[in-house]
């Protein structure tokens, strides 16, 4: 029978809706019912995030015909919730809050359905039955681990009645009032209910649905571009072309050398190079619209690595040539250091590029407004900088253009240039409507920046006893067709590729060039996970060749105070790698015996052989190099006694408003909770500066700290006035503020400031040190966060399969504000580092990609998730907000080398590439074997 | 552009037959969908007119006894037969096999005759029924007949039900016996497609410390699903042994072909796979044949 009407129950409330021709269940939740809590990532049965329970199973209604839905009882996250008077959170939802196990909160509604269903059937789950239910529920953040330990605390309660028992999570050695102490986040509740809004749950009356049409070939001339039948599509509003653009054709975080749209007779450069970009009523109709362009190109070669770029005769890509940059360091006499060596040791290492595959795919909404304005709204990395280029675009004045952030379902680096935000602002510009741009995963994959491949050639010239005495390295980074940060993230691969050690002699060279593969930009680990995995691999080989230990190795050549590092900065505070060494190397013995390195064979299964692995890493925070790293914030005691931090800085879910959050009630000596935080208005909230290089927590950390500083001296300066008192005697208290006998509320203390005619806000723009250029020498950076960590694997030698079993790690993240949050970023930075070890490859062929689907490009599930021994290294850095640095990174970089140094322990083939190919291994085992 | 036009929700076989006859355009049959709409949506199968969903006509939900064989309806998803006792009883390799299909959400939607009639060489629900020598039944506009499952397949993704507009209703597979177990295991990579490089499926007749008779799926081993049927030649009335577990390794390398899948496995790999897989899911299926417990 053909469904009339589809009758179904939904969070105990009786549906009945037209059947739409072609309509999927998510779609008809989210979009007719408004149920956005039902989260669309990927709409190819991947992710798991559009999870609902049906029946009381789940499945992924991105793929489900809403008709099949007739006559079924449907759950989604916004039915998960008591309805009772109080509103009570669902186990579940309680325990996730409090297990930390919601970073962005994409997934986190597929995460909780999912666990809802496995809770259901089986309210005692061991960790095996839950990494078997939530295998297909991806996290991008990761937070895996407090997942599980969230699911089976949530079943403790729904069995005892009890309430969920919050995990043991230590406060920071530095802890205060507030700062380094759990806190659960600011927006947790409203990620966990399903009301936390990113911008593809807005709708505008009027809106308008936007699709690009993508040359879909790397490299040629268009040669015609015919709009008109599109154009005449009923439903169409708007085909606009490169000669509509208003401003400028070109954007770029540094050169604008990035077309919005390419022209008849310009030049394709790659596979994602946008010609011609459609409004219509509908996303279908948009859609339709698209195959109604008539597009045609000469085909050019194409340019399909870094090397190849480099090579003369290569075909030029931008009029400038290939080169971006040649990247130089330069520290002592490279060839007295070799000359100096005992043993040289040389060999080359190959990165490939990946994708952020942050859950949440791109999304803009651009809506022009009556007095002239326009709207963004926007999951942004760099708010400012998306004004600015939206406002040259539609060659407008700065002002003109209000970016308004939304929640970000996971960034990592790959929401920092631009995606749709342009193209959406032309099309509502031109429209005169509300247009909405969404990627679906496809053109996420194809469009933004990946990680730059890199191929790294080491050289290490050591003293028998391990002393380095010389590092030479020579990189090739691939930027795709378009600069993007490849500049910068190359630097920091150049920078940071002989590794945290203290070396007379380094010489390096980089070549940072274009090719016809998509563009390379940021990136978590920016450029130092590449190099990370080259210089660690290189000396654990070295360490074999000398016979020495591999700790011992790096210990001795390890960074300390008082060291210069390979640009020549002195370090004078905040060198904790030592520690981190240590503390890792000790727990490695206590879990691995005698000798973690030596394999290990279980009786049982005589085919697999284990063993442990160690690799250490540093990254910068903040720029450096000279740029001037500033960001701004303001407090505001409100007047029902709150207060409010504003800053333009973007929350991708590493924790960024509990950090501020805590900050400010620090310094206000305040229940955290009594501080809201607003990220991301460019109206509203003044320039953090990008989210990127782990900076945030310092500068923006700073800017803040400064800011609620400021705002306490100006009440208690008004108080002393009123009072006539001395400062001293003024004191802060939960709500209150005492004055000698008298005690204010805090509304109070705000009527105090208006009857004076003073401002209830502080607002306070903070620089960091100022650094140096590469190449002059003195502090490159402000502080320096490091990291050491091992990685115990199994390899079954039959078929050359790799599993990461148990992980070490250490961080020395300087303070640690956030305790719950840095466990999340400790915990999903290394999962995310066990997915470029093992299973994460954007494979682009002759500048096509071919991993252009989910289903291809595989980032971990929570199978993947290894037992963690974790530690927390404290080194304060003096400038650090409470002597916190950077962490967002560091978490990442050393992983994969600790894996694959593992896995040469554990069965003698060292990877030169990565993800390790469990072929190569099988190969590489037999060849050994044939040798005897 | 729309994926479908007209979604036929079919209460019996009859009306699911008579939709796809009538359909006044292109149709198939749908049940969990699980590839055939994804294919849709990306563009790998063109629009269709009608979709005829069959997951809810009651005959495809049948799983039971039936007539002194064990009958799995084709529309029951295959997370119920992971689940089932019966299942569990009589045919592990089809329990094993259906646990590893898609991901636990899919598995609540995905059907075992949706993975059969996608025609894949490597389905592992496939694989694993080929193993039970299962017959697949299947209705049309001629009424319903039994097809030897292997009989169904005419090349990659295509299969004599298309041909004849035909939809499976359900697969009957042989009661186990005293002596009789299967067993079921795959190889993956953790990069690219979630296809396996190779999968297996093995049921054997075990006496005393002998192997009877034995039937062994492989996938993929050309664009169809195949059985070793040289291998379970030289098995039958074997001793079970380290020496015969080595010669069927040897054997079953030497007379399969595999081809290279680019970044997935090469043939060689796959080769040297085959062997490994062949001696784990054999002594799996050796040592549950030993065993006279009913699992």
Redesign the interface.
């Known amino acids: 029978m053909s469904v009339k009407m589809i009758e179904f129950v939904v969070n105990g409330q009786a549906v009945s809706v037209e059947p739409v021709e072609g309509e999927m269940l998510a779609e008809l939740l989210r979009e007719r019912l408004r149920l956005t809590g039902v989260k669309v990532g990927c709409n190819e049965d991947e992710c798991g995030a559009c999870t609902v329970v049906i029946d009381g199973e789940p499945v992924l209604s991105c793929n489900y015909p809403a008709v099949k839905a007739h006559g079924k009882h449907i759950t989604t996250v916004e039915g998960l919730a008591q309805k009772d008077a109080a509103g009570r959170l669902h186990p579940l939802q309680d325990a996730f809050i409090k297990y930390g196990a919601v970073q962005c909160g994409f997934c986190i509604p597929g995460q909780l359905m999912t666990s809802y269903a496995l809770l259901e059937h089986n309210p005692d789950p061991s960790e095996d039955d839950i990494k078997y239910a939530l295998k297909d529920t991806l996290c991008r953040c990761a937070g895996y681990p407090a997942i599980i330990g969230a699911i089976q605390a949530a079943g403790k309660s729904l069995r005892t009645g009890q309430p969920v028992e919050a995990p043991q999570v230590a406060p920071s050695a530095h802890a205060g009032k507030a700062i380094g102490r759990v806190a659960p986040r600011p927006d947790a509740v409203a990620k966990v209910t399903g009301s936390a809004i990113y911008t593809d749950d807005i709708q505008f009356e009027g809106m308008l649905h936007a699709r690009v049409k993508r040359a879909m070939i790397p490299s040629g001339m268009v040669t015609r571009l015919d709009v008109s039948k599109a154009r005449a599509l009923p439903g169409v509003v708007a085909v606009l072309t490169a000669e509509d653009i208003p401003g400028t054709h070109n954007h770029g975080l540094v050169i604008p050398d990035w077309p919005s749209l390419v022209d008849e007779g310009e030049r394709i450069r790659t596979v994602g190079d946008a010609v011609a970009i459609v409004a219509a009523e509908t996303r279908a109709i948009a859609t339709e619209a698209l195959e109604l362009i008539e597009v045609e190109f000469s085909p050019l070669p194409v340019v399909s690595s870094a090397v190849q770029a480099r090579q003369e005769g290569a075909p030029q890509i931008h009029p400038k040539g290939n080169l971006l940059k040649h990247i130089k360091v330069r520290k002592g006499d490279i060839e007295a250091g070799f000359a100096d060596a005992d043993l040289i040791l040389e060999e080359t290492f190959h990165t490939p590029p990946h994708d952020h595959a942050f859950i949440e795919p791109e999304c803009s909404i651009a809506r022009p407004l009556e007095d002239g304005r326009m709207e963004i709204y926007v999951g942004s990395q760099i708010p400012y900088s998306d004004r600015y280029e939206v406002a040259r675009a539609l060659g407008w004045p700065e002002e003109r253009v209000r970016i308004i952030g939304q929640l970000i379902g996971g960034g990592f680096g790959g929401k920092e240039d631009i995606a749709g935000q342009i193209h959406a602002a032309l099309l509502a510009n031109a429209t005169g409507r509300p247009v909405k741009l969404l990627y679906d995963r496809h053109e996420s994959l194809i469009a933004h920046p990946k990680r730059h491949a890199t191929q790294i050639r080491v050289k290490i010239g050591a003293k028998q006893d391990g002393r380095l005495t010389a590092v030479e390295t020579e990189l090739y980074g691939d930027t795709g067709a378009y600069a993007s940060l490849g500049e910068k993230v190359l630097t920091r691969a150049t920078t940071h590729s002989s590794g945290p050690y203290a070396i007379p002699h380094v010489r390096v060279d980089c070549y940072a060039m274009y090719t016809n593969n998509p563009p390379a930009g940021a990136f978590r680990g920016f450029g130092v996970m590449q190099s990370a995995f080259a210089i660690e691999s290189a000396m654990d080989m070295l360490a074999e060749r000398l016979g020495l230990d591999r700790v011992e190795l790096r210990r001795m050549n390890a960074l300390r105070v008082g060291s210069v590092t390979n640009t020549g900065q002195v370090l004078r505070d905040s060198v904790g790698l030592l520690e981190c060494i240590d503390r890792v190397s000790a727990e490695m013995y206590k879990l691995g015996g005698a000798d973690p390195f030596a394999v290990k064979v279980n009786p049982a299964e005589p085919h697999k052989r284990r063993a442990w692995g160690f690799a250490v890493g540093y990254k910068n925070t903040g720029l450096g190099g000279g740029a001037p790293d500033k960001a701004g914030a303001h407090v505001e005691l409100r007047r029902d006694g709150s207060f409010e931090v504003r800053t333009a800085s973007a929350e991708l879910g590493q924790g960024l408003p509990t950090v501020l959050r805590l900050i400010a009630a620090e310094e206000l000596e305040q229940p955290p909770t009594s501080v809201d935080v607003l990220l991301s208005d460019t109206d509203l909230t003044p320039d953090g500066g990008p989210t990127t290089a782990s900076r945030q927590t310092y500068v923006t950390g700073n800017a803040v700290r400064h800011a609620a500083k400021q705002l306490r001296q100006l009440i208690v300066s008004e108080l002393c006035e009123d009072y006539d008192v001395d400062p001293e005697k003024i004191q802060f208290l939960p709500g209150l503020v005492k004055v000698n006998g008298t005690t204010l509320t805090l509304p109070q203390v705000a009527e105090v400031l208006e009857q004076h005619k003073m401002t209830r806000m502080a607002a306070y723009e903070y620089s960091a040190p100022e650094t140096k250029p590469l190449g002059t020498g003195g502090d490159m950076h402000v502080a320096f966060s490091f990291a050491a960590q091992a990685a115990e694997v199994e390899v079954d030698t039959r078929t050359g399969e790799v599993s990461v079993l148990r992980m070490i790690i250490a961080n020395d993240v300087g303070t640690a504000i956030n305790p719950l949050g840095l466990k999340g970023q400790i915990e999903g930075g290394a999962i995310m580092g066990i997915g470029h070890a093992l299973t994460e490859n954007f494979i682009v062929n002759e500048g096509q990609v071919v991993t252009d689907r989910l289903a291809s490009y595989r980032t971990p599930s929570i199978t993947f998730t290894p037992e963690f021994t974790t530690f927390v290294v404290e080194h304060a850095t003096a400038d650090g907000p409470y002597g916190a640095k950077g962490v967002g990174e560091i978490v990442l970089i050393p992983t994969i080398p600790a894996i694959t140094n593992a896995v040469y322990n554990a069965v003698g083939v060292r990877a030169h590439s990565i993800p390790l190919d469990q072929e190569m291994i099988l190969k590489e085992l037999g060849k050994k074997n044939s040798q005897g | 552009?729309?994926?479908?036009?007209?979604?036929?929700?079919?209460?019996t076989i009859d009306?699911a037959v008579q939709a796809l006859a009538h359909a006044g355009g292109s149709a198939r049959p749908v049940a969990g969908?699980?590839d055939l709409?994804?294919e849709l949506?990306?563009g790998r199968h063109e629009p269709v007119h009608t979709?005829v969903?069959v997951?809810t006509i009651p005959d495809l939900q049948r799983l039971e006894e039936r007539g002194g064989q064990l009958f799995i309806g084709a529309g029951v998803?295959v997370?119920r037969i992971v689940e089932h006792p019966l299942v569990r009883k009589h045919a592990l390799a089809v329990v094993e096999a259906c646990g590893l299909i898609?991901?636990?959400?899919?598995r609540?939607?995905a059907t075992l005759g949706g993975n059969v009639a996608h025609a894949l060489p490597a389905a592992d629900g496939m694989i694993s029924l080929a193993a039970m020598d299962a017959v697949a039944e299947a209705a049309g506009a001629n009424g319903i007949r039994l097809i030897p499952l292997l009989e169904l397949f005419r090349g990659l993704g295509k299969s004599v039900l298309t041909e004849n507009n035909e939809i499976l209703t359900g697969f009957y597979l042989p009661l186990r016996q005293t002596g009789q177990a299967s067993a079921f295991s795959r190889?993956m990579?953790?990069?690219?497609?979630?296809l396996p490089i190779l999968n297996m499926a093995v049921w054997l007749q075990r006496s005393g410390e002998r192997i009877e008779c034995a039937r062994i799926a492989v996938g993929p081993a050309g664009p169809t699903p195949q059985r070793a049927r040289q291998v379970e030649e030289f098995l039958g009335g074997k001793t079970y042994s380290e020496d015969t577990t080595a010669e069927a390794v040897q054997l079953i390398r030497e007379t399969m072909k595999f081809r290279t899948s680019p970044?997935r496995?090469?043939a060689e790999?796959r080769t040297?796979?085959v062997g490994?897989l062949l001696l784990e899911v054999l002594e799996k299926a050796w040592l549950r044949a030993g065993s006279m417990e009913v699992l």
Do not use: F
């Not at chain 2, 552009?1 to 209460?11: D, E, F, T």
């Not at chain 2, 990579?189 to 979630?194: D, F, L, M, S």
């Open positions: 552009m729309k994926l479908w036009s007209n979604y036929v929700l079919a209460a009306e969908g699980t709409l994804l949506q990306q979709l969903d997951s998803p997370a898609g991901g636990p959400q899919v609540n939607t190889i990579r953790p990069q690219g497609v979630a970044r496995a090469t790999y040297h796979l490994v």
